[in-house]
């Protein structure tokens, strides 16, 4: 992992392949997860790489072009908690991300979820989904918005997506009656989102065990990432993680060392939620 | 225009509002792209017929290379047309799973067709950009495509985090003014469809043109594509098969889905490959021996006469005939679903 971390300290553009173009996913992860081994030059460089490509409106792109969907400003927003001097683009975020929401729709007897619940979509004016919205949900509570009505809704709306046995997917449950399919990445992430929650509902211990039962040597990187990550938020770290984590890492070697899988790596390898910042108030 | 120019990754934010004229978008885009999107909607009714050619009995395991040269061949291709030619194979892993193994294209298909194009001088990537799984090597491992890949030696393009460049839309169904491609894509001489054949719990089937919504990226359009839900699933299919490179399709019609598809269907074992230039038509001839009616399928309505034949007498038929292959498909019982039917099949809840 101090290879890892070497790696990304020397990083001035990460993207989603060694070679591929700079993205905000990958420099947040990146931001985050040399912040958290204690490389803060490099963690802020990164952050003003953000910063640099903020909108007007407080939104941060997903590839810095304009029009391009915004769901990676909640991941800006952790970045930016995670260094100094970033309240002013948090708090520009923060409201950006208040006043965005999924297209809600009527209840339809043909699809299982809930989709009047305000979440958070992938696309401006698209329906609400299971990822953007854990992302959203996580970087609220970091940012000190736990109790926030929209974050109380964005979980209530990533429990709603839950499938009937446990896991998720991209936020699909029941399609005109036959459950869909679980997927490791995005039930890593709800189980993130959730955790801390006071939530009784059952499909949270059977995602949770899905996620365990899932975690194998063959489990792709960010799959595994996102795994670990939502099984050590509820304290349910698997005892071999170090070793799934060595295997995934001498697989992204071999391929070149994308930014975003060794940062995904990197921060799937603390043992414990210290990577994820964490404010008690926000400034308005 | 930077933006247009062929190869160009770059999108310039401003395209969304510009409307150049065609001279200087033809100019800027290379004659590969904008002549042969100029062909599809100026007049249908002047083209030839369009060949589908048929294969049957065949097996995973089998002489696949030899059944897609066959094909390709039958409907008019030959080597020198893909002489240093860049091909992209677009398979379908739209999420993929090894408990599932007929929802996605098999792998054998993929590096049939590939061998095929490298050994006739092409640069050959198999690319993806799958629509409900944002982990793509997990789509890639769970469907057995990625050791195939790695046994041929094959380059894979992730479509769905590449720099992207924008295409003034071509079929102009949708209120899309234009659609964001990925770099592979665009830089593509020839785009490959190589669907499973399946039935689809929206839209009735989904072949070869469905089947490119995965050629466009979910950095832009999100994990589902819900932008192109949201603009009309018939018509954005139709939009961006109108605004591809040249394309053309190789069906697996070997293991094929039936009853609740695209995801959770029924294995149907059909032992078919289907090969054609013309992705409606080859649609068409899939849906009729599914014991679909075509014209009933509002994708395949949209297309017909805009970017190619859905009629049969508009169809030559190479290799197998479809009537001697028909196996009605189970589809699913619902209202938006009973009209497809021709005759016979099973409706299943």
């Known amino acids: ?284 | 225009m930077a933006a247009e120019s062929h190869g160009d990754s770059r999108m310039n934010a401003q395209q969304e509002n510009t409307n150049p004229n065609r001279r200087t978008f033809l100019a800027a885009s290379g004659l590969a792209i904008a002549g042969f999107a100029g062909t599809k909607l100026i007049g249908n009714a002047l083209l030839p017929k369009a060949e589908v050619f048929i294969a049957r009995h065949q097996r995973y395991d089998g002489p696949l290379v030899q059944t897609i040269r066959d094909g390709l061949a039958a409907c008019g291709l030959a080597p020198a047309h893909f002489t240093n030619k860049r091909v992209l194979l677009k398979p379908n892993l739209v999420e993929p799973t090894r408990l599932i193994p007929h929802m996605t294209t098999h792998p054998a298909v993929i590096i049939a067709a590939a061998e095929v194009f490298r050994t006739w001088g092409a640069t050959v990537t198999v690319g993806e950009a799958p629509g409900h799984v944002r982990d793509t090597e997990m789509a890639l491992v769970e469907s057995g495509v990625s050791e195939a890949l790695d046994d041929a030696r094959l380059k894979f393009a992730d479509l769905n985090y590449e720099e992207v460049a924008w295409r003034v839309n071509r079929g102009r169904l949708s209120p899309l003014k234009g659609i964001y491609f990925p770099r592979t894509v665009c830089e593509a001489d020839f785009v490959v469809s190589i669907p499973k054949m399946k039935t689809h719990h929206w839209v009735g089937i989904t072949c070869s043109m469905k089947n490119f919504y995965g050629t466009l990226p979910g950095i832009k359009y999100g994990w589902p594509k819900n932008v192109l839900h949201h603009n009309g699933i018939p018509e954005t299919v139709v939009d961006i098969n109108a605004t591809l490179p040249r394309s053309l399709a190789i069906v697996d019609g070997i293991d094929c889905m039936e009853g609740d598809g695209p995801i959770m269907g029924s294995l149907k074992r059909m032992g078919l490959v289907l090969v054609g230039t013309n992705l409606p038509a080859v649609d068409a001839t899939a849906a009729r021996i599914m014991g679909i009616r075509p014209e009933r399928v509002s994708y395949l309505a949209l297309a017909a006469d805009r970017l190619g034949p859905i009629a049969e007498a508009r169809i030559t038929q190479r290799g197998e005939r479809w009537q001697d292959l028909v196996s009605p498909f189970q589809i699913l019982d619902e209202p938006h679903l009973r009209g497809l039917r021709a005759e016979g099949g099973e409706l299943v809840s």
């Open chain 1, 1 to 284: 992992m101090d290879k890892s971390i070497k790696h990304l300290r020397s990083i001035d553009c990460c993207g989603y392949r060694a070679d591929g173009a700079w993205a905000a996913e990958p420099t947040t992860l990146a931001c985050l997860a040399l912040a958290t081994h204690g490389e803060h030059t490099a963690a802020e460089r990164l952050a003003q790489q953000l910063a640099d490509v903020q909108q007007s409106n407080g939104a941060v792109t997903a590839n810095s072009e304009s029009d391009s969907p915004a769901w990676t400003t909640s991941l800006a927003i952790l970045a930016w908690l995670a260094c100094e001097g970033y309240q002013g683009n948090i708090d520009r975020a923060v409201e950006w991300t208040l006043a965005t929401h999924g297209k809600p729709a009527p209840r339809n007897p043909q699809i299982g979820h809930d989709p009047t619940i305000l979440g958070w979509s992938w696309a401006a004016e698209t329906h609400a989904w299971m990822e953007p919205t854990c992302m959203f949900v996580i970087a609220l509570k970091a940012a000190g918005l736990g109790d926030h009505a929209r974050t109380r809704e964005g979980v209530r709306l990533v429990t709603d997506r839950l499938l009937p046995t446990g896991g998720s997917n991209f936020g699909s449950t029941l399609v005109l009656g036959q459950p869909t399919l679980p997927q490791v990445q995005s039930t890593g992430l709800a189980m993130l989102a959730l955790a801390g929650e006071t939530n009784s509902d059952p499909r949270v211990e059977s995602s949770l065990r899905y996620l365990a039962e899932n975690l194998i040597p063959t489990t792709t990187t960010a799959s595994l990432s996102y795994g670990l990550l939502g099984l050590t938020a509820h304290n349910r770290r698997p005892p071999h993680a170090e070793a799934l984590l060595a295997g995934a890492w001498e697989r992204e070697v071999d391929r070149g060392q994308s930014a975003y899988k060794l940062a995904l790596l990197a921060l799937a390898s603390v043992p414990n939620t210290s990577w994820l910042p964490s404010r008690t108030e926000i400034h308005a």
